[in-house]
């Protein structure tokens, strides 16, 4: 029903006519043709039904001649439609088409003036979290936990991915969450090691941050094939998982010390006023591919 309403407003109302005639006369033409199927395996019919039967001729000769004229309609109405609208513009007072044309440049500097401040905003979040970052100094301690935190973190979103009954499922790895991290250290921080000055930096983050925004098919950066509507599909997979409205279970810093124990890079954690060492994930951008590197991280806490 909404297809045929959608068709209406297509085709218009001359040739939604021909086709709502069409439609009533072939289901027409469909029962004589399930009438014939049973006078041929012997069924009998009754008098209304022998009567339908013979007004096939008329019924194949109606759809045939609505058939041929429903294309020279289309294009007499198209025609006619063109003709009216040339009319119009012919008959319309200049300061109309005037006013017209300063209403559609007003549309578009008004679009234009709102999409400025929409990246005027992004600019200034992006100029606090640039700042907020580079001068965030956290203690020893803190830097541990947040490690152990974020291992911790994505063990549990791999984990709710893997639990699908679809074998096809294209499931989430270490890499995507590689990814994920890297291009939010694009967004807010200056390149390790770059010669940028701080504004050069931040443009270059605000130019990320309008390449996400847009959904781009452009990809990060020339030594990775991932674009960024690829990475957005990956985070939206992430936010539409369970693991995005689960209550997470809070644990001690030494019980995800424990859990995350492995081939990682080594800490030192305190436990009970002694040091005990422990592996822990260390975060490193890139696929197995593209990025072989690894680094060891050592911090000997107070």
């Not at 008098?47 to 294009?75: C, F, G, H, N, Y």
Request: aromatic letters at 6%; hydrophobic letters at 40%.
């Amino acid at each position: 029903m909404a297809a045929t309403a959608a068709s209406d407003l297509t085709e218009g109302p001359v040739l939604s006519l021909i086709a709502k005639r069409l439609r009533a006369l072939r289901k027409k033409h469909n029962r004589i043709v399930q009438m014939e199927e049973s006078v041929s395996q012997g069924k009998p019919l009754n008098k209304e039904q022998e009567e339908v039967l013979r007004t096939k001729p008329s019924v194949t000769a109606a759809i045939d001649e609505l058939e041929k004229l429903r294309q020279p309609l289309a294009a007499a109405v198209s025609d006619e439609i063109s003709l009216a609208v040339q009319n119009h513009q012919v008959s319309a007072p200049p300061s109309l088409n005037a006013a017209t044309a300063s209403d559609s440049e007003q549309t578009v500097a008004d679009t234009e003036s709102k999409e400025d401040r929409e990246y005027s905003i992004v600019e200034d979040l992006l100029n606090l979290l640039y700042f907020g970052t580079m001068f965030d100094v956290k203690s020893q301690n803190d830097f541990t936990s947040t490690m152990l935190t974020r291992t911790h973190e994505r063990g549990c979103c791999l984990t709710y991915d893997y639990v699908t009954d679809d074998e096809n499922a294209d499931l989430l790895c270490e890499t995507d969450l590689d990814l994920i991290s890297m291009l939010g250290s694009l967004l807010i921080s200056r390149p390790v090691d770059s010669s940028f000055s701080h504004r050069d930096a931040l443009q270059r983050c605000i130019v990320h941050a309008k390449q996400w925004l847009v959904n781009s098919d452009q990809p990060i950066n020339s030594d990775l094939s991932v674009t960024y509507a690829g990475l957005k599909a990956k985070l939206n997979k992430i936010m539409a998982s369970d693991y995005f409205t689960t209550t997470p279970e809070m644990k001690a810093t030494v019980e995800m010390a424990a859990a995350a124990v492995g081939n990682y890079a080594a800490f030192q954690v305190p436990v009970h006023g002694s040091m005990v060492p422990v592996s822990v994930p260390v975060l490193v951008e890139g696929s197995d591919e593209q990025y072989q590197q690894k680094f060891t991280v050592r911090h000997m806490l107070h």
